[in-house]
T-cell receptor, first 109, second 113 residues
Framework: RKEVEQDPGPFNVPEGATVAFNCTYS??????FFWYRQDCRKEPKLLMS???SGNEDGRFTAQLNRASQYISLLIRDSKLSDSATYLC??????????FGTGTRLQVFP | NAGVTQTPKFQVLKTGQSMTLQCAQD?????MSWYRQDPGMGLRLIHY???????DQGEVPNGYNVSRSTTEDFPLRLLSAAPSQTSVYFC????????????FGDGTRLSIL
C-alpha cells in the first residue's frame, strides 16, 4: 500500500461547481498534513495546511479524519483558475514529507 | 523576494557526463532538500540538509551528491548522468524542519540522452 494515495482524476467540473478530493495515508502516527497546488510544469505551492478541527480558507475547506486516515479538500464555486493538480502531503515519523501523485482538476466554462 | 532560486532551468546531458544543479535561498531557512518528480509518481526526496555542514540521504540518493557549505546554498551533483535520471528536479526549503511547509524553486528540467 502506498503511504499516500490519491485519485489521479481528472475531475472535470463546470465553473461554479463544488468538487471534493480525498487522500488516504497509511501511517497513523502522521501529524502534519498539507494540500499543495501544482500548475502544469510549475513548482508545487502550498495551498493550505490541514488542522485536526478542519479549516477553511475562502472557497477551500480542508478536513482531517484520523480514524479513517484520510484528508479531504473541498473547493466551492470553482473558477477556471482552479484548474491544476492538487497534491496531498503527509509527514512521517522521521519528519519527512511524503507527496501523493496528485489529483488533476479541470474546470471548464 | 527571490525565495528559492534554481539554475539552470533546462539542461540536456549525455550519458556519463556530470553536472551540478544550483539551489540558493534567501529566507535564512535551515532546512533544504532536493526532490525529483517523474510522471505518475509523487515527488521523491533525494537528499536533504538540516543546516550548514549537515546532509543526509532521502528516498532515492543513488547517483547524486550534495554539500551544504553555507545556509543559503545547496547544490546537487550528478556524478555520471544516466537516462534514468531524466526528470524534473525541485529544490525546497523550510524554516526549521522538513515537516513544515516547503518553499519550492521553479525546477530544473533535465534530460539525459
Amino acid at each position: 500500500r502506498k503511504e499516500v494515495e490519491q485519485d489521479p482524476g481528472p475531475f472535470n467540473v463546470p465553473e461554479g461547481a463544488t468538487v471534493a478530493f480525498n487522500c488516504t495515508y497509511s501511517n497513523s502516527a502522521s501529524q502534519s498534513f498539507f494540500w499543495y497546488r501544482q500548475d502544469c510544469r510549475k513548482e508545487p505551492k502550498l495551498l493550505m495546511s490541514v488542522y485536526s478541527s478542519g479549516n477553511e480558507d475562502g472557497r477551500f475547506t480542508a478536513q482531517l479524519n484520523r480514524a479513517s486516515q484520510y484528508i479531504s479538500l473541498l473547493i466551492r464555486d470553482s473558477k477556471l483558475s482552479d484548474s491544476a493538480t492538487y497534491l496531498c502531503v503527509v509527514n512521517t515519523l522521521t519528519d519527512k514529507l511524503i507527496f501523493g501523485t496528485g489529483t488533476r482538476l479541470q474546470v471548464f466554462p | 523576494n527571490a525565495g528559492v532560486t534554481q539554475t539552470p532551468k533546462f539542461q540536456v546531458l549525455k550519458t556519463g557526463q556530470s553536472m551540478t544543479l544550483q539551489c540558493a535561498q534567501d529566507m535564512n531557512h535551515e532546512y533544504m532538500s532536493w526532490y525529483r518528480q517523474d510522471p505518475g509518481m509523487g515527488l521523491r526526496l533525494i537528499h536533504y540538509s538540516v543546516g550548514a555542514g549537515i546532509t543526509d540521504q532521502g528516498e532515492v540518493p543513488n547517483g547524486y551528491n550534495v554539500s551544504r557549505s553555507t545556509t543559503e546554498d545547496f547544490p546537487l551533483r550528478l556524478l555520471s548522468a544516466a537516462p534514468s535520471q531524466t526528470s524534473v528536479y525541485f529544490c525546497a526549503s523550510s524554516y526549521k524542519r522538513q515537516g513544515q511547509p516547503q518553499h519550492f524553486g521553479d525546477g530544473t528540467r533535465l534530460s539525459i540522452l
